[in-house]
């Protein structure tokens, strides 16, 4: 499906942020990609949506293939009609249009009858459809989310970016977007899941990278990143200082740390 090789970009030709990433995504697969802030998570969805134009930002070496077809340069209208559908950081719906017109919006592309997948989402989210009529800026944080994601699958993707869906909400909504996801995977669309939350993201994962300093510095399937020391002390925050076993499962809350990370040795 996809497949990111030696990607490096640099911006306004003089920061390199990414330097040398490699990913890759199956037919179907969900894959999470974890790092701290700055990592250059962000970086690689723009170059993957074809938006680094935006921010000053180039492709100088490597290549983005989706089944075979070269992302690199493309713009990203045509990279939307490939398959390529992004769920944005902070949800960024049309606060001012009706829940209705949100959905509607995110499908503009297809030319069809879009009723059937709308009688589906609004069966899967009945808040949804009690509020179609409403504006979207008066959903609470999940549902706006829960609006997004399924904005995003009225296009059909065959890759779908979420980036970020559990920022900012609580444990029960943040359990939601998980069902969600889920429920996404059974239709056979390939995820890639870039999360702070650690343990969400590979508990919904097959596998795993872990981004540091514009460098993929870890990687391997869920199960054996989640029992590898390293990757539990800096990413899950167990076996902290003193080998006190913290509670967060959120790496960004983590601030004393045991080792020194062994990829920076």
């Not at 017109?101 to 030319?111: E, I, T, V």
């Not at 069966?123 to 706006?144: D, H, I, N, T, V």
């Not at 995003?152 to 943040?174: F, N, R």
Request: hydrophobic share 40%; no cysteine; charged share 25%.
């Amino acid at each position: 499906m996809l497949r990111i090789a030696n990607l490096e970009v640099v911006y306004n030709r003089v920061a390199r942020v990414l330097n040398g990433v490699s990913i890759e995504v199956g037919d179907g697969e969900t894959v999470a990609l974890l790092g701290p802030n700055g990592a250059g998570k962000s970086t690689l969805l723009r170059a993957l949506t074809g938006l680094l134009s935006i921010h000053d930002g180039d492709i100088t070496k490597g290549s983005i293939t989706l089944a075979d077809t070269n992302l690199v340069g493309m713009p990203p209208e045509r990279i939307v009609k490939q398959g390529v559908v992004q769920v944005m950081e902070g949800r960024r719906i049309f606060i001012d249009l009706s829940v209705e017109d949100n959905l509607l919006a995110g499908a503009y592309s297809q030319r069809r009858d879009l009723s059937k997948e709308l009688a589906t989402i609004y069966a899967q989210f009945p808040r949804l459809q009690e509020r179609r009529k409403q504006l979207a800026g008066y959903l609470s944080g999940g549902e706006q989310q829960m609006l997004a994601i399924s904005r995003a699958l009225l296009t059909q993707p065959k890759l779908l970016l979420l980036d970020e869906p559990s920022l900012g909400l609580s444990p029960v909504m943040t359990r939601e977007v998980g069902k969600l996801i889920r429920q996404i995977q059974k239709r056979g669309i390939s995820i890639l899941l870039v999360e702070q939350n650690a343990a969400m993201a590979l508990n919904l994962a097959s596998r795993g990278y872990v981004l540091e300093s514009g460098k993929i510095v870890l990687d391997g399937d869920s199960q054996s990143l989640l029992e590898d020391p390293d990757f539990k002390e800096f990413y899950l925050g167990q076996g902290g200082r003193d080998g006190e076993q913290s509670t967060s499962t959120n790496f960004r809350d983590v601030k004393h740390y045991r080792r020194k990370r062994r990829w920076l040795s």
